[in-house]
């Protein structure tokens, strides 16, 4: 129900934010609204102290006039401030800076029950997933495969450590956040296993631990042997030909064997990735290709972007524009025949070929 007064109103608004706080979401909201707090309470103190120091060291006879000066420049102040004149004469002020009080006291009462609620949700938790990947799990607006993992997995009711190794090299940036309770995100170089194990021991203690590799890179190696060492299970999948140009720089065909040698359980998500691992390993590799996300609702009608082109049809592709794989000439042979076509690629374009008619290319 709606509040009908404002301690009702300061009441949910507390409530809500120990919530917050419980989960560990929105902090630098509540972090903002402390400061604003912290910053109007020393200006107040400042004030007072200054008033004060006047009135102490001006002779008695003359206190009238720190007193008249006050008043005259309050009266200055509300005169020629609109807004706060306004502001006075309202009860605004009286709602908003109890709410501000409200919500961080909220926040920091619930931020202080966190490592108990973390405890108990933890209890119902029927296992401990790592994802070890290649970006960022809100990379490409959270579309990558292994995001489509954790998310599935929270769902499913685990607990899941995403760790990418590499920052988000997008020109365009996504406005997407993914947070939950259960969800931890963390850089490699920032995870420390010592600081982790010592937060989470009933998750390394009581838990099924799976570790999930996508990026067979050395600095993934002694992360997956500590997990391996505390009775995690380790999985390789092989999601890419690296050692081609998508491995670049990083990529070595020793640790990749070295990766596939230590897992428990190796999958490849095409026929030709399975066949390849199955030769390289001499044993058994499971298939899982990438599929189809049903909760974002596919048959949902939505309303048509403004610099969609018009055409009898459209082919439209939204994905990695970037790699020795996509083959450009091949996308302009199949645009241009068909005058009453529009093709369409959403990704991240950086020039790789000129937009021609009736090939149209943006990106997000």
């Known amino acids: 129900m709606a509040p009908t007064s404002l301690s009702e109103l300061w009441q949910k608004a507390y409530s809500w934010s120990i919530g917050n706080g419980e989960a560990g979401i929105q902090s630098s909201l509540y972090l903002h609204v402390a400061k604003q707090l912290i910053l109007g309470l020393l200006m107040l103190i400042a004030a007072l102290l200054s008033f004060g120091a006047l009135l102490i060291y001006l002779p008695k006879n003359q206190e009238w006039m720190v007193w008249g000066a006050a008043l005259i420049f309050a009266l200055v102040l509300i005169i020629a401030s609109k807004k706060l004149r306004t502001q006075l004469l309202s009860s605004q002020w009286i709602e908003t800076l109890g709410l501000r009080i409200a919500q961080a006291g909220g926040f920091l009462k619930g931020a202080s029950r966190k490592d108990a609620i ?114 995690g299970r380790l999985v390789y999948e092989m999601i890419d030909d690296w050692d081609s140009s998508l491995g670049g720089e990083w990529y070595t065909p020793n640790v990749e064997q070295e990766i596939i040698r230590i897992s428990d359980r190796l999958i490849a998500t095409a026929p030709i990735l399975q066949t390849k691992m199955e030769k390289a390993s001499n044993r058994p590799v499971g298939m899982m290709p990438n599929a189809v996300n049903t909760p974002l609702q596919p048959l949902r009608q939505y309303k048509r972007p403004l610099d969609l082109p018009r055409a009898s049809w459209t082919a439209l592709y939204i994905g990695a524009l970037w790699g020795d794989w996509f083959d450009w000439d091949l996308l302009t042979a199949t645009a241009l025949p068909p005058p009453q076509a529009a093709v369409v690629a959403v990704g991240d374009y950086r020039g790789q070929v000129l937009p021609l008619r009736p090939i149209f290319i943006f990106w997000d």
């Open 118 to 231: 973390d405890a108990k949700r933890l209890a119902k938790t029927k296992g401990l997933i790592f994802l070890l990947c290649g970006t960022p799990i809100d990379d490409t607006g959270g579309g990558a495969r292994t995001t489509q993992l954790a998310l599935e997995f929270l769902r499913q009711g685990y607990w899941v450590v995403y760790i990418n190794r590499y920052p988000k090299w997008e020109h365009q940036q996504a406005v997407v956040h993914i947070a939950h309770p259960n969800l931890l995100v963390s850089e490699l170089s920032r995870f420390y296993w010592i600081d982790f194990s010592a937060k989470y021991e009933q998750l390394l203690v009581n838990m099924d631990i799976q570790c999930i590799v996508e990026l067979p890179t050395q600095d993934f190696l002694p992360l997956m042997q500590t997990i391996k060492q505390n009775g």
